[in-house]
């Protein structure tokens, strides 16, 4: 794959750039945000747990599984049209979605999903921030993710870490998340403090992550520790401290040599599963991925899904559902050429409505969400509006 087209990218926003379709995965960001639903059952698990601190280890251990399925995930999304839309309803896991893309510059996607027997609402709006540093492209998390569990009157605010894929230009592409993620109960003043550890010289802290609850005295209740791409525990305090100071001993007498390469940032090849403390709960662990996942761009069971049409759904669905992009289409079905010139048309299609609205003054009009003000952060947040479900789907635009 020839990646020296990002050099030009340099001095621009790459969320602006138009990219080689081999550069994509058959999915839309609307669709890759969706997945952010693949582990449900820790919210469910919250919803049921009666006390506060137990319901908090499941959120963090949700917050963290939503950014599971982007281990070895180095295809990008398609870029979402203006309007464009994505639903899912999963009966059987008892919640129902929709996101719209509500922005173009900047890029700007909101979700909402709700149980369907009235436990939880799960809402946010995403933004991430490309950056480009050479050898490698950064996500800057932009947007918050709330999560409300009805029966327990909760609110839990968090955002995502960062996101870093390296080796754009030459070398084997990895994935790392880094960055400090705070998930805030704002009812009962809990707080989690999860740091996503960035991998280090020698790759010793790749994919870890180690944070603590505290409560709203700022008492430390539990470590919560893993790797977002394997697994999540907990134990007390006290139990991983004297298990931190007895791996210390030995450690300062291993030497390594850090090699240099000016080409390539190189991704350890050994990679430790996590060594569990004694007396710690497991709180999530990740499914493991299907037989064929490396030759369909290392999705997850649950991504497999997202762009089925079952019959009678293309007569309920939005026309503005990604299930219906002819580009996303034809890409899943191998045809990459076709693939390409439904893409540049799209894009090309979504400028000429742009400049006609431009020249007639007219203002691009959300049909789902509205700019608001998130009643929990007090930061602005895009916000379901309401109706989607009723199946009312006129006067939608012509995106495709």
């Known amino acids: 794959m020839n990646r020296l087209i990002i050099i030009s990218s340099t001095s621009r926003e790459l969320s602006k750039i138009t990219m080689p379709i081999v550069f994509n995965e058959p999915l839309s960001f609307l669709q ?28 963090a251990a949700f917050a963290v599984s939503a950014v599971a399925s982007q281990w070895d995930r180095t295809g990008k999304p398609f870029n979402p049209l203006l309007g464009e839309t994505y639903e899912l309803t999963r009966e059987e896991h008892g919640f129902r979605l929709v996101s719209e893309q509500v922005s173009h510059h900047p890029p700007i996607s909101a979700f909402h999903a709700e149980s369907l027997v009235g436990d939880f609402v799960f809402h946010g709006s995403i933004y991430p921030k490309l950056k480009f540093w050479g050898k490698s492209v950064e996500a800057e998390p932009k947007g918050t993710i709330t999560l409300e569990l009805l029966k327990h009157n909760e609110a839990y605010t968090w955002s995502n870490p960062y996101c870093c894929v390296h080796n754009i230009i030459l070398g084997k592409l990895w994935i790392e998340q880094y960055g400090t993620v705070e998930i805030v109960n704002h009812s009962t003043g809990d707080k989690c403090v999860l740091n996503f550890k960035p991998c280090g010289m020698f790759g010793k802290e790749l994919h870890k992550v180690e944070g603590y609850i505290q409560d709203k005295s700022k008492k430390k209740c539990c470590i919560i520790y893993g790797k977002w791409t394997e697994c999540m525990w907990s134990v007390d305090p006290q139990s991983y ?8 001993k030995g450690e300062n007498r291993k030497q390594k040599q850090a090699g240099q390469n000016d080409d390539a940032d190189d991704m350890p090849e050994v990679q430790e599963t996590v060594c569990v403390v004694p007396g710690s709960t497991l709180l999530w662990r990740i499914d493991s991925r299907p037989a064929h ?36 289409r034809a890409m899943e079905n191998g045809r990459m050429d076709d693939a390409s010139r439904e893409k540049e048309r799209l894009e090309e299609k979504q400028r000429a409505a742009r400049k006609d609205r431009s020249k007639s003054d007219k203002e691009w009009s959300t049909r789902w969400f509205g700019n608001g003000t998130n009643p929990y952060t007090g930061l602005q947040d895009w916000l379901y509006t309401g109706g989607y479900f009723d199946r009312h789907y006129q006067d939608l635009p012509d995106i495709y």
Do not use: Q, W
Not at 33 to 39: G, K, P
Not at 296 to 313: K, V
């Open 241 to 248: 401290e004297a298990h931190k100071k007895s791996e210390k």
């Open 32 to 59: 890759r945000i969706t997945e952010y639903m693949e582990h449900i059952y820790l919210i469910n698990r919250a919803c049921s747990l009666p006390d506060s601190i137990e319901r908090m280890k499941a959120v």
């Open 293 to 328: 996942s490396a030759t369909m761009y290392n999705f997850t069971n649950f991504a497999m899904s997202l762009n089925e049409l079952e019959p009678g759904m293309e007569a309920i669905l939005a026309p503005t559902d990604c299930r219906f992009r002819p580009d996303i």
